[in-house]
Protein backbone atom coordinates (compact mmCIF):
# COMPACT_ATOMS: atom_id res chain seq x y z
CA UNK A 1 0.00 0.00 0.00
CA UNK A 2 1.13 3.40 -0.34
CA UNK A 3 3.17 4.88 2.75
CA UNK A 4 3.97 8.61 2.79
CA UNK A 5 7.46 9.49 5.12
CA UNK A 6 7.89 12.58 6.09
CA UNK A 7 11.65 14.17 7.40
CA UNK A 8 13.30 17.23 7.71
CA UNK A 9 11.37 18.85 10.57
CA UNK A 10 13.79 20.76 14.09
CA UNK A 11 13.94 22.85 15.98
CA UNK A 12 14.95 26.32 14.58
CA UNK A 13 14.97 29.65 15.22
CA UNK A 14 12.77 32.80 14.08
CA UNK A 15 13.62 33.83 10.84
CA UNK A 16 15.32 30.70 10.10
CA UNK A 17 14.52 28.48 6.97
CA UNK A 18 14.13 24.70 6.95
CA UNK A 19 13.50 22.34 4.01
CA UNK A 20 10.92 19.01 4.75
CA UNK A 21 10.75 16.19 2.49
CA UNK A 22 8.07 13.64 2.19
CA UNK A 23 8.89 10.33 0.45
CA UNK A 24 6.10 8.03 -1.41
CA UNK A 25 6.57 4.53 -1.85
CA UNK A 26 3.65 1.85 -2.86
CA UNK A 27 2.12 3.38 -5.53
CA UNK A 28 2.20 5.43 -8.69
CA UNK A 29 3.93 8.59 -7.06
CA UNK A 30 3.90 10.80 -10.25
CA UNK A 31 0.16 10.22 -10.69
CA UNK A 32 -0.75 11.64 -7.23
CA UNK A 33 -1.50 15.25 -6.30
CA UNK A 34 0.34 15.89 -3.06
CA UNK A 35 -0.18 18.09 -0.04
CA UNK A 36 1.20 19.94 2.79
CA UNK A 37 -0.74 20.28 6.12
CA UNK A 38 0.00 21.39 10.04
CA UNK A 39 -1.46 20.86 12.56
CA UNK A 40 -0.60 23.08 16.00
CA UNK A 41 -1.59 21.71 19.60
CA UNK A 42 -5.35 22.58 20.49
CA UNK A 43 -6.55 23.57 16.48
CA UNK A 44 -7.21 22.21 13.26
CA UNK A 45 -5.25 20.84 10.52
CA UNK A 46 -4.49 23.65 8.07
CA UNK A 47 -4.00 23.53 4.75
CA UNK A 48 -0.31 25.08 3.80
CA UNK A 49 0.27 23.86 0.30
CA UNK A 50 -0.69 21.25 -2.59
CA UNK A 51 1.25 20.48 -5.90
CA UNK A 52 -0.55 18.52 -9.03
CA UNK A 53 1.12 15.53 -10.25
CA UNK A 54 3.25 17.66 -13.30
CA UNK A 55 3.84 20.56 -10.87
CA UNK A 56 2.05 23.16 -13.20
CA UNK A 57 -0.87 23.63 -9.96
CA UNK A 58 0.46 24.81 -6.66
CA UNK A 59 -2.04 26.19 -4.44
CA UNK A 60 -0.71 27.83 -0.75
CA UNK A 61 -2.71 28.46 2.47
CA UNK A 62 -2.56 32.02 3.39
CA UNK A 63 0.03 31.46 6.04
CA UNK A 64 2.38 29.79 3.42
CA UNK A 65 2.19 32.67 0.99
CA UNK A 66 5.64 34.10 -0.04
CA UNK A 67 7.29 32.39 2.32
CA UNK A 68 6.86 28.84 1.40
CA UNK A 69 7.20 26.73 -2.23
CA UNK A 70 6.20 23.39 -2.97
CA UNK A 71 8.03 21.29 -5.01
CA UNK A 72 8.34 17.78 -6.34
CA UNK A 73 10.81 15.47 -7.78
CA UNK A 74 9.44 12.60 -9.60
CA UNK A 75 12.18 10.63 -10.25
CA UNK A 76 12.64 10.66 -6.68
CA UNK A 77 9.20 10.13 -5.39
CA UNK A 78 9.58 13.33 -3.03
CA UNK A 79 8.00 16.21 -2.54
CA UNK A 80 9.21 19.05 -0.52
CA UNK A 81 8.48 21.86 1.36
CA UNK A 82 10.74 24.51 1.64
CA UNK A 83 9.84 27.30 4.93
CA UNK A 84 11.52 30.48 5.01
CA UNK A 85 11.40 33.29 7.33
CA UNK A 86 9.66 31.07 10.17
CA UNK A 87 8.00 32.49 12.85
CA UNK A 88 6.79 31.36 16.23
CA UNK A 89 3.58 30.81 14.49
CA UNK A 90 4.36 28.17 11.94
CA UNK A 91 5.29 25.90 15.25
CA UNK A 92 2.88 22.36 14.40
CA UNK A 93 3.43 18.88 13.54
CA UNK A 94 3.51 18.76 9.56
CA UNK A 95 1.87 16.18 7.40
CA UNK A 96 1.91 15.37 3.44
CA UNK A 97 -0.95 13.55 2.15
CA UNK A 98 -1.55 11.96 -1.23
CA UNK A 99 -4.63 12.24 -3.85
CA UNK A 100 -5.55 10.64 -6.65
CA UNK A 101 -7.75 13.13 -7.70
CA UNK A 102 -6.19 17.03 -8.33
CA UNK A 103 -4.40 19.36 -6.12
CA UNK A 104 -6.96 20.88 -3.55
CA UNK A 105 -7.16 22.67 -0.19
CA UNK A 106 -9.33 20.70 1.77
CA UNK A 107 -8.04 17.43 3.80
CA UNK A 108 -11.05 15.20 2.44
CA UNK A 109 -9.35 14.82 -0.87
CA UNK A 110 -6.85 13.19 0.31
CA UNK A 111 -6.85 9.69 0.61
CA UNK A 112 -3.35 8.62 2.31
CA UNK A 113 -1.31 10.73 4.94
CA UNK A 114 2.43 10.31 6.62
CA UNK A 115 2.97 10.25 10.21
CA UNK A 116 3.82 13.61 10.84
CA UNK A 117 6.72 15.88 11.30
CA UNK A 118 7.55 18.61 13.88
CA UNK A 119 8.28 21.67 13.26
CA UNK A 120 9.39 23.55 16.48
CA UNK A 121 10.30 27.49 15.83
CA UNK A 122 11.65 29.47 18.74
CA UNK A 123 11.53 33.11 18.95
Known amino acids: QVQLVESGGGLVQAGDSLTLSCEVSGGPFSRYAMGWFRQAPGKEREFVAS????????YYGDSAKGRFTISRENAANTVRLQMDKLNVEDTAVYYC????????????????WGQGTQVTVSS
Open 51 to 58: ISWNSGTR
Open 97 to 112: ASSRGGPSRYPRYFEV
